[in-house]
């Protein structure tokens, strides 16, 4: 259903809105059929015997003079005048009500016909069988049309007011949904410190404790799995040192094995920075505006230390954007490290707009072998180092420590073949910081 809402609160909102609706709509018949109605027929009875009565002594071919009329008029307050004359004082402007006209033929016995107008005062016409051609002119005292207006005025408001009262009633039940949900985006970015108040129906006060009993679950494997990794770290360091010291005390005639063993154990403990690096940065950090020009150059300068060519292109209006300037800078140099690992030749670096203008784009490219269409998005999972072309070495998190940084930003990764050959790397960074709801 196109026009249903999805949310809850807009299901609940027109949910109750159709019926009262529906309550509203049968009321109104209701009160038509069973209140204005029987009214106006008790009327038109009243009215039938009055008529009868101005009619009792009435004969054929007798004509109704002024002062015949005027008669009726001070006694009854009814008024008999001719076809013209009824034209004349608004029989023109009412209208004729079969219903009504059919019950007031029952009464005189014989065709009658009933006319209401309802321009001014509620007018009653009558055109009796006793006298074709005249029209007994009823003005009614009393009830007026501004009954019905006042009676749809009091439908309306009981349905407008009815709606707001569902309105806010559906916004109070949702309220503690909403704190739930913006809770569950912080404890989705790492944030575990938000816990929510235990608020609103049985139901959702049994969702909201276990879901704070879930965040503070997670919160704890957290930590240990941070300690774990600390203490892991610490107790590899420990050995590995040891024996880069009794390297160093090996003969020169085994230069070529300790050497060896020496980048061995430099790719050990750059491993084991990789592993820390990703536990680092598994939560939100407070941003600040910097100038990411600045940024990129600053590290495209210390990698030219590498002797591979680096050159940088930016687009001098970017200016500055909110962000982490040691994570950015993790970001940067594992891409240009991954580029110059994979790739042979010199390397691109580029920052511009993104089509929109609404992300500010950093941009690595190499000329190497690329990466399979089919391998392009699972290279970001941890431990994953894409196809064999591109080797195997490191750890297998530099995409992952590169995603995990830019999903912290609000930001993009987007890694793409080059059709002349090579990767294209892109991050893209929001020029405004997103900052989870409150």
Not at 78 to 96: F, H, P, Y
Not at 226 to 231: E, T, V
Not at 393 to 400: D, R, Y
């Amino acid at each position: 259903m196109g026009m249903f809402p999805r949310s809850a609160f807009g299901q609940t909102v027109f949910l109750v809105a159709a019926l009262l609706l529906i309550n509203q709509i049968v009321s109104y018949v209701t009160v038509s059929l069973y209140v204005v109605k029987p009214t106006i027929e008790q009327v038109n009875l009243m009215l039938a015997k009055q008529i009868k009565t101005v009619f009792i002594d009435w004969e054929d071919g007798v004509e109704i003079n002024d002062e015949v009329s005027e008669k009726f008029f001070e006694i009854t307050g009814i008024k008999v005048m001719t076809q013209r004359e009824a034209m004349r004082n608004g029989l023109g402007q009412s209208r004729e009500y079969s219903g009504l006209s059919r019950s007031m033929s029952e009464q005189l016995d014989g065709f009658s016909r009933v006319r209401i107008s309802q321009t001014g005062p509620l007018i009653y016409w009558v055109e009796a069988p006793q006298a074709p051609g005249y029209w007994v002119k009823v003005p009614l005292i009393g009830f007026k049309e501004n009954n019905l207006e006042f009676l749809t005025f009091y439908l309306s408001s009981i349905g407008f007011l009815s709606v707001l009262g569902g309105w806010l009633f559906a916004r109070h039940l949702n309220r503690p949904l909403k704190a739930l949900q913006q809770a569950a985006i912080k404890v989705s970015v790492g944030d575990f410190s938000t816990k929510v108040g235990e608020q609103g129906s049985t139901e959702v006060i049994e969702v909201t404790r276990a879901f704070n009993q879930m965040s503070r679950g997670i919160a704890e494997l957290e930590n240990d799995r941070r300690l774990l990794m600390a203490g892991v770290s610490h107790d590899l360091r420990t050995p590995l040192t040891r024996i880069r010291l009794a390297t160093e005390m090996m003969a020169d005639t085994d230069e070529f094995l300790r050497d060896g063993i020496i980048y061995d154990i430099e790719d050990m403990n750059g491993i084991i920075d990789q592993f820390i690096e990703y536990l680092r940065h598994h939560k939100r950090e407070e941003l600040i505006c910097e100038d990411i020009n600045a940024l990129v150059a600053e590290v495209v300068h210390s990698e030219l230390q590498h002797q591979r060519l680096i050159t940088f292109k930016s687009n001098p209006n970017i200016g500055k954007i909110p962000l982490s300037i040691v994570a950015i800078k993790r970001v940067i140099t594992n891409m240009i490290g991954n580029a110059r690992r994979y790739s042979e030749g010199d390397i691109e670096v580029l920052s511009y707009f993104n089509s929109n203008k609404k992300y500010a784009v950093i941009e690595v490219k190499d000329n190497g072998p690329g990466i399979p269409e089919s391998e392009l998005e699972s290279v970001f999972e941890p431990f994953k180092q894409g196809d064999a072309a591109r080797g195997s070495e490191g750890s297998g998190l530099g995409l992952a420590i590169i995603k995990r940084i830019i999903d912290m930003h609000d930001g993009k990764v987007k890694l793409s073949n080059r059709p002349e050959g090579g990767l294209s790397a892109k991050v893209y960074l929001p020029l405004k910081h997103i900052s989870p709801k409150e």
